[in-house]
């Protein structure tokens, strides 16, 4: 299964990142991370081909969602700029410890490599995205839906940084129709008002 959204892609290996985070659909309940075959099909689509090597295993899916969800912590606190949380900095240690992620250098600088198999490939190539990100600053504008039935994760390229929802016309429209139903049902709003003094 491929990311269908109708959020903007985020550049580089980012998207990766934002692609393993939404490998759960909230909304529907679909994860990827369910089963070692959803995981295999998503790595395939995703050109993850060392991540399918060897059996992941229940255990190794557990330790997984624990990754996903701790990253998807990270991607809501970037909403404010706020540090790294605590789920989100355990989350990339774990990834970077699987992944025996280490330093190389070459004529134009330094990268991070990891030398783990499996899904621990692809966990290497979420550390160094991230590292990448942070260094570059486009992390910051990876978040998360701030609708809580969704959680998304989207790449927010609005000029000012402050993109709330994955998609305008989706839960941007939801959360407008959702205001706008709670202010009608206020006692005391305006309409009411003017029914009161006409």
Not at 69 to 89: F, K, M, T, V
Request: proline fraction near 3%; aromatic fraction near 6%; hydrophobic fraction near 40%.
């Amino acid at each position: 299964m491929v990311d269908s959204s109708p959020v903007q892609v985020a550049p580089g290996e980012l998207e990766f990142v934002r692609a393993f985070v939404n490998t759960l659909d909230i909304e529907t309940g679909v994860d990827l991370l369910g089963d070692a075959g959803s995981w295999r099909s998503w790595a395939v689509d995703h050109g993850v081909g060392g991540a399918i090597d060897g059996d992941i295993g229940a255990a190794g899916l557990e330790v997984a969602r624990r990754i996903r969800e701790g990253l998807r912590e990270g991607l809501a606190a970037n909403h404010d700029r706020s540090p790294l949380p605590s789920p989100a900095i355990d989350a990339l240690n774990a990834a970077a410890e699987r992944a025996r992620m280490t330093v190389r250098f070459d004529a134009s600088g330094a990268a991070l490599h990891g030398t783990g198999s499996g899904i621990d490939a692809a966990y290497a190539r979420i550390v160094a995205a991230i590292a990448g990100s942070m260094s570059d600053g486009s992390w910051s504008r990876l978040k998360v839906c701030v609708n809580d039935d969704c959680r998304w994760a989207f790449y927010d390229a609005s000029r000012s940084r402050t993109g709330q929802w994955c998609s305008m016309s989706i839960c941007g429209n939801r959360a407008k129709q959702s205001r706008w139903r709670a202010a009608r049902e206020q006692p005391g709003t305006q309409s009411e008002a003017r029914g009161v003094t006409s």
